[in-house]
């Protein structure tokens, strides 16, 4: 098998993109396929380095007898993971659980529970922020009109509970891409709700008053 080049380019979670990785160690194994009574094939574990911010992942390479054919390559963690947001602890407790879950169930590379834990979490601002009142549409309609979204939040919002409820009910399987921007649109109201007022406090104190002039009296 030929050693894995000085620099490669592999998806790193924290920079979000591809990026050079410099390659620390390799430990090559046999590996016994489940499937196929007796046949080996080899295996190798890489810890790769990113280059750009040092996070670092482990690939596992399953090769043929021959150990030249890849068939099977997987990265840990995976690139569906994400890092957790730093204000996870300004939600209310059961909240930040769940939001906890939907990064574990990532870190798994599913893609239907988050979705249906992104739908769940959604509810449970909607009841914390305006109660129990009927079903999800109606929610939404109370929580725009209390102000915690606009008309067009409301309508992004209708999109992500309905994909939820595709993934609850109707086996819909979303695509990586999809779950990842969800996540963001979910996090993105989370953040307004329960973040931003208690920033936008704090500078308002730390803003010096303005000094009134004859101008401003009307
Ligand atoms: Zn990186």
Redesign the pocket.
Known sequence: MPPPPPSQLVY?N??QHE?AHACLKTIEQPWWLEHVYLVASVVTFDVLQ?R????VVLRRSVFDRNGEDTADVRYFPPPMSRRLPEWRDKLPPEQKVLLEEIYRSLDAENLTLPMMGTRALVDMLMLEKVGDSGGFREKLKKFESAGYVSAKGREVLDVVLDLGSAAAHRGHASSGSEVQSVIDIVEDILRTVYVYPKVVEKLKDATPQRIRTKADVP
């Open positions: 790193c924290l920079c990026t990113c750009g911010c040092h996070g």
